[in-house]
């Protein structure tokens, strides 16, 4: 027997909270679902997880609450693409770099939410982590999966934009243009949220001192680390450490 209509919108309706449940099964990838003003109105726990925030505190924000700026806005005119087109996006290779020491490599699929009467009036996504095999990694990607490998490692040297260059046998505008197509992100600013990215990592991960950790990370000083470090987080290392320690369980 075909469900009438009504029954159809009812039994969808029902499934939500299931689905919901069964992306909580499926710990490697990230789901959500956000409305017009791409606020999260729904996620699993990996997503949680990922920002370091319990779901509670997650729901009716933004990317731009929850990323770091570059990356936030790319991801957020890609879902205001999905909404004004209608068209979805599937397994967009993207690079991830949270407010809390993650950096990888992910595959995202963002689809148009309509209601009954066809108007777009959402998106739902989900994100799974990549490898960076070179086998694995699309070949437009290998270029810059190895300029992200090559600045991790060479972090602690002080690596800029020109040894990135360097390292990669691109000129700065070749380089600057792949990551420009790619990313939708400048190499210096990669970089600088690179450098973050891991300096939130070591402060509340590890006893480093401030010290210590702008050595790791390649900023110039303690007190170049420290100015970086309030503009984009709008704290000192200190209070965010003090904030972002996880106890011990």
């Known amino acids: 027997m075909i469900p009438k209509p009504d029954d159809r919108t009812h039994l969808l309706q029902c499934a939500i909270e299931p689905v919901l ?3 909580n099964d499926v710990p ?10 791409c606020r999260i109105l729904a996620l699993n726990q990996t997503f949680a997880e990922c920002v370091n925030l319990p779901k509670a505190d997650i729901l009716e924000k933004s990317d731009a609450d929850l990323y770091f700026p570059e990356f936030a806005r790319v991801f957020m005119e890609d879902d205001q693409r999905v909404m004004a087109t209608g068209r979805a996006i599937h ?6 770099a949270n407010r809390f020491g993650e950096v990888e490599w992910r595959s995202t699929t963002k689809l148009p939410v309509q209601d009954n009467r066809g108007k777009v009036i959402g998106t739902a996504g989900i994100s799974r982590a990549m490898t960076e095999a070179q086998e694995q990694m699309p070949a437009q990607y290998r270029a810059i999966s190895q300029i992200t490998r090559y600045c991790r490692q060479h972090m602690a040297d002080g690596v800029d934009v020109a040894s990135m260059a360097q390292g990669a046998g691109m000129s700065i505008s070749t380089l600057t243009r792949q990551f420009k197509a790619h990313l939708r992100i400048s190499p210096g600013e990669f970089l600088a949220q690179l450098r973050l990215s891991r300096a ?3 402060l509340t991960e590890t006893p480093l001192n401030i010290s210590e950790i702008t050595f790791e990370c390649g900023y110039e000083s303690p007190a170049a680390f420290s100015r970086a470090f309030r503009r984009q987080m709008t704290m000192s290392p200190k209070d965010y450490r003090t904030s972002f320690t996880r106890t011990a369980s």
């Open 21 to 23: 449940s069964l992306f």
């Open 28 to 37: 490697e990838v990230l789901f959500w679902v956000k409305d017009r003003q």
């Open 91 to 96: 397994r967009k290779v993207e690079l991830l």
């Open 200 to 202: 939130c990592h070591l």
